[in-house]
């Protein structure tokens, strides 16, 4: 039975590029053997793949809507027989896995957008790391690694690095991560990246903690955090109790693609002293006496 390629991707037949792409995306991710444990796992990724290579090609995507899946099978269904014969296979593994892809002329995936990697294999790359990745017929790219500092990898930053000999200087992006992966001319970069004490990185959010002391969060005030465009004033509220969230919307790392910026989250953590001398001892005993004849705190 012929596939209809626009229902394997769950996207109607008006559905436009960007629809398609994202639908893609989403599967090939869903369904990547790694991930998925379901024995037809395999087989559902590489009719996803295929589906996309056809509805992402405005030639082919035709000729599927006029002739459905017979345009793509040699002398079937077609005038002449199918219209993208002759092609050139592209075959690659990783790691108990095999895929093979084929188009026509030039280059195997000349033409094609999948869904914003320059191919089917280098979703392995960007989402399982690519040390047991193997492609049988496209060049092999340098690969360089090297490590950042937590705020270079948040606002970006120029290093300089030696490349077959010769010395370079290349950009990174704002807000790449660990295991970032950057494409240059004749090489690639994968990042490592410093942990900070401040800050703990969740996408592109941030989470960090405030410690204040119990009178500042009975009694409120005004305390310096610290952000990654330097120290904020932040206004902690009467009655603030310890767990207590506050959102700083925007304040978070820049997206690596596009204009936007996570969020960065501060922890309001009530941080009870140790040790206190006897005057500190009266005060506190007072101040619950007088809580004690309201029946309570609260």
Do not use: C
Request: aromatic residues 12%; charged residues 30%; hydrophobic residues 30%.
């Amino acid at each position: 039975m012929s596939k209809d390629f626009y229902e394997v991707l769950g996207v109607s037949k008006s559905a436009s590029d960007t629809e398609i792409k994202k639908a893609y995306r989403k599967l090939a991710l869903e369904w990547h053997p790694d991930r998925n444990k379901d024995p037809k796992a395999t087989e559902r990724f590489k009719e996803i793949n295929k589906a996309y290579e056809i509805l992402s090609d405005p030639q082919k995507k035709q000729a599927f809507d006029q002739f459905g899946e017979a345009a793509f099978s040699q002398g079937a269904g077609y005038p002449g027989g199918s219209p993208f014969g002759g092609g050139q296979n592209q075959t690659g593994s990783y790691g108990p896995f095999t895929y093979s892809y084929s188009s026509s002329g030039g280059s195997p995936f000349e033409g094609v957008d999948f869904g914003g990697f320059s191919d089917p294999f280098e979703i392995f790359e960007q989402f399982f790391g690519g040390s047991s990745f193997r492609r049988s017929s496209r060049p092999q790219r340098r690969i360089y690694r090297f490590t950042i500092d937590f705020m270079e990898a948040v606002k970006g930053v120029e290093k300089e690095v030696v490349v077959d000999g010769k010395q370079q200087k290349i950009k990174i992006p704002a807000g790449v991560d660990e295991g970032s992966r950057i494409r240059f001319d004749n090489f690639e970069v994968v990042l490592s990246v410093q942990s900070d004490s401040r800050f703990k990185r969740e996408g592109y959010d941030l989470l960090s903690d405030v410690e204040i002391s119990f009178p500042q969060a009975v009694l409120g005030e005004v305390v310096s955090v610290p952000t990654v465009e330097g120290p904020l004033k932040l206004k902690i509220k009467p009655g603030t109790q310890s767990g207590s969230l506050v959102k700083l919307k925007g304040r978070g790392v820049p997206m690596v693609r596009g204009n936007g910026r996570g969020d960065h989250y501060l922890q309001i953590k009530i941080k009870v002293p140790e040790h206190i001398n006897n005057r500190q001892k009266e005060l506190l005993s007072e101040f619950e006496s007088e809580f004690q004849k309201k029946k309570g705190w609260f």
